[in-house]
């Protein structure tokens, strides 16, 4: 059966007892801050009108939502701290992103038919990746990731 949930366009700081549908459509591995050591990891999730939302998950609640959240698999999620993020910090064009914590409620949605469907992908050649420059393509992090795992 299914479960009374917002827009993800609808969540925002002030929004009180809300339940998001998403589906985990990027997850990046985790990493430690350039300026600290603090760990963590990002993702996407989207909703099935298309709006997407960052969400971070810190240190030790790594572990706990390791094997929870997996990439293309549709949740319910709830209480998860909503922040305004700067610009520059960005990777959806949503001016919050969430924080998943311990507090945080997620359930996979186990319907036989979910609403929202796998992203559409368009694989390109490295060689014609110049003319991505300067537009709203989302690269992903899988090739910023083989690029952090190079041994320099």
């Known amino acids: 059966m299914s479960r009374q949930h917002i827009s993800l366009k609808d969540i925002t700081i002030g929004t009180k007892g809300w339940t998001a549908k998403v589906i985990v459509e990027a997850k990046g591995m985790p990493r430690s801050s350039q300026r600290s050591p603090v760990k963590y990891q990002r993702m996407i999730l989207r909703d099935s009108e298309g709006t997407k939302v960052q969400a971070t998950i810190f240190e030790s609640d790594i572990d706990k939502f390791s094997d929870v959240l997996t990439l293309y698999k549709t949740y319910y999620i709830s209480n998860a701290v909503v922040k305004t993020i700067l610009p520059q910090h960005r990777i959806t064009k949503n001016d919050y992103q969430w924080h998943i914590n311990s507090k945080t409620v997620v359930q996979e949605v186990t319907e036989e038919y979910s609403s929202i469907s796998l992203p559409p992908y368009n694989f ?23 690029f952090s795992e190079v041994p320099y």
């Open 124 to 146: 390109v050649s490295f060689s014609e990746f110049s003319k991505y420059i300067n537009s709203d393509a989302y690269v992903g992090e899988l090739i910023q990731n083989i």
